[in-house]
């Protein structure tokens, strides 16, 4: 630290900002854990302590990754990344902010979930976190839980129209918790899939010695995530609550979703990287691969892809995830050898979507302003972290990704970070690395070293989605 200065002043300088609104040129000046100010290139910032060099480089805010599952339980299985091994492998993608998912399970309430969420992460993470709520079992006692949980810094709520018997909601039950979230000013997340009907075709299929993991993805047909979309769509109107649908993945869901915003209701949804870029065909490998290859929603066909990269084009899909949920092909996913419906769902990426979201830009796919905008800036404001989070401001966190547009890697599961045995991506080429990682002003990714410690993550209490009317 420069004896001039009480905290430590940094400076990010001749690199190309990124904003929602566009990339400019300036220098970012850091103070302690935030940012003190973007200044002219060049200009003279007095005393720092450390210099960054960006030459030729973006600038842009840290990444949020809206959706992640570390250490989730799930048909009999965890998933593997801690919050330690998960953070610090989002840190090494430029992600500085996740929000996990505490799972109430049946007959436990929403208050001593989130304690027991709270316990895993504290002291472990890599990057700030905050926690939505998954709902699995709606009742009284859950309902006016919601609103102790909004005093906790959680306002947004999961439920599942998959999974009877499990993680499953009834129209009615959602339609109960919709009405307390539009009473309290939550947001209803859906996991949007017939659940009913699924289990009645995976059955069919199982009953006539299909057992293969490609079984999964042909008995979750597109259809019925846009019956089911369309339905969750109604039944906010009815309720007049905000929804946010996750892990979108198929063209008939994301023209619910964009007739919904089309006439003007809070309805908003996020995709995966794992949909625009893998695919049924990846489900269909032989010798067992293909259930590397499963989660929930399925891959779909290759033809669903360019309507979601339309969709974020166009912000009819407004947010980038991972649903990130490892499971490790060796063990976890061998549960399912014999029945494809015992393979625990879950793909790992939350290390890869800054990457393989900029080359959606290097293919034409999106602009830069884009990849900022639905990577970072529009998660914070969905989710109440705005401006503190998603934006390169004077006063907001320092959480800063230097980045290089032009270096080429090579994802695999030999240079990840993930705490899980394969990679989804393996061997893919992509154009696009990070360089330079700041988490609340400390350099916590410097080129090939990790120099981040996992209790430097804080929790982040957030406020109500910051997008509705
Ligand atoms: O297959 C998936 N998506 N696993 C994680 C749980 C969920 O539904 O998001
Ligand atoms: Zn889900
Ligand atoms: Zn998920």
């Known amino acids: 630290m420069s004896e001039?200065?009480?905290?430590?002043?940094?400076?990010?300088?001749?690199?190309?900002?990124?904003?929602?609104?566009?990339?400019?040129?300036?220098?970012?000046?850091?103070?302690?854990?935030?940012?003190?100010?973007?200044?002219?290139?060049?200009?003279?910032p007095g005393a720092v302590d450390e210099r960054i060099d960006a030459r030729g480089k973006y600038v842009l805010p840290g990444g949020i990754d809206a959706h992640t599952h570390m250490e989730m339980p799930f048909g009999g299985a965890f998933a593997v990344d801690t919050f330690e091994t998960g953070t610090r492998a989002a840190a090494w993608g430029g992600t500085t902010t996740i929000i996990d998912f505490p799972k109430q399970e049946k007959g436990t309430g929403l208050e001593s979930t989130l304690d027991a969420w709270h316990a895993k992460a504290e002291g472990q993470?890599?990057?700030?976190?905050?926690?939505?709520?998954?709902?699995?079992?709606?009742?009284?006692?859950?309902?006016?839980?919601?609103?102790?949980?909004?005093?906790?810094?959680?306002?947004?709520?999961?439920?599942?129209?998959?999974?009877?018997?499990?993680?499953?909601?009834?129209?009615?039950?959602?339609?109960?918790?919709?009405?307390?979230?539009?009473?309290?000013?939550?947001?209803?997340?859906?996991?949007?899939?017939?659940?009913?009907?699924?289990?009645?075709?995976?059955?069919?299929?199982?009953?006539?010695?299909?057992?293969?993991?490609?079984?999964?993805?042909?008995?979750?047909?597109?259809?019925?995530?846009?019956?089911?979309?369309?339905?969750?769509?109604?039944?906010?109107?009815?309720?007049?609550?905000?929804?946010?649908?996750?892990?979108?993945?198929?063209?008939?869901?994301?023209?619910?979703?964009?007739?919904?915003?089309d006439a003007g209701r809070d309805v908003f949804a996020e995709t995966c990287p794992q949909y625009l870029y893998l695919s049924l065909d990846d489900l269909a490998r032989p010798d067992f691969e293909g259930a590397k290859y499963v989660a929930s929603p399925p891959l779909r066909e290759?033809?669903?892809?360019?309507?979601?990269?339309?969709?974020?084009?166009?912000?009819?899909?407004?947010?980038?995830?991972?649903?990130?949920?490892?499971?490790?092909?060796?063990?976890?996913?061998?549960?399912?050898?014999?029945?494809?419906?015992?393979?625990?769902?879950?793909?790992?990426?939350?290390?890869?979507?800054?990457?393989?979201?900029?080359?959606?830009?290097?293919?034409?796919?999106?602009?830069?302003?884009?990849?900022?905008?639905?990577?970072?800036?529009?998660?914070?404001?969905?989710?109440?972290?705005y401006p503190r989070k998603g934006v390169l401001a004077p006063g907001s966190d320092a959480d800063i990704v230097v980045y290089d547009p032009a270096a080429e890697q090579v994802l695999s599961v030999n240079t990840h970070h993930m705490n899980v045995d394969y990679s989804a991506y393996e061997g893919m080429r992509v154009t696009g690395k990070v360089d330079t990682v700041l988490s609340r002003g400390s350099v916590v990714i410097s080129g090939d070293e990790f120099r981040g410690r996992k209790s430097h993550g804080k929790y982040l209490p957030r406020d109500s989605c910051q997008l509705l009317r």
């Open 4 to 44: 001039s200065s009480p905290v430590n002043r940094t400076l990010i300088h001749g690199g190309t900002v990124l904003a929602a609104s566009g990339p400019f040129a300036a220098d970012v000046l850091v103070e302690g854990e935030t940012i003190a100010a973007l200044l002219r290139p060049g200009a003279e």
């Open 302 to 385: 290759k033809s669903h892809q360019p309507s979601l990269w339309k969709g974020l084009r166009t912000n009819d899909l407004s947010v980038v995830s991972t649903d990130h949920c490892p499971f490790c092909f060796n063990e976890e996913k061998q549960l399912g050898r014999e029945d494809f419906t015992k393979i625990p769902n879950g793909i790992p990426g939350v290390e890869h979507r800054m990457d393989l979201l900029h080359q959606g830009v290097v293919a034409g796919e999106l602009s830069l302003a884009r990849w900022v905008d639905t990577c970072a800036t529009t998660p914070a404001r969905m989710f109440g972290l």
């Open 125 to 261: 993470c890599a990057i700030d976190y905050g926690f939505h709520m998954i709902l699995s079992d709606v009742n009284d006692g859950t309902l006016k839980e919601m609103r102790t949980c909004l005093d906790r810094g959680v306002n947004s709520f999961k439920l599942f129209m998959a999974y009877p018997g499990a993680l499953y909601s009834t129209d009615g039950e959602i339609l109960r918790a919709m009405d307390t979230a539009a009473e309290i000013g939550g947001l209803i997340m859906m996991h949007a899939e017939n659940g009913i009907a699924i289990d009645e075709l995976a059955a069919k299929a199982l009953a006539s010695g299909r057992t293969e993991p490609v079984q999964h993805g042909l008995t979750r047909p597109p259809e019925l995530e846009g019956e089911a979309t369309s339905r969750a769509i109604r039944l906010a109107e009815v309720t007049r609550a905000p929804l946010y649908i996750v892990h979108l993945s198929a063209h008939q869901a994301l023209e619910a979703v964009s007739e919904a915003r």
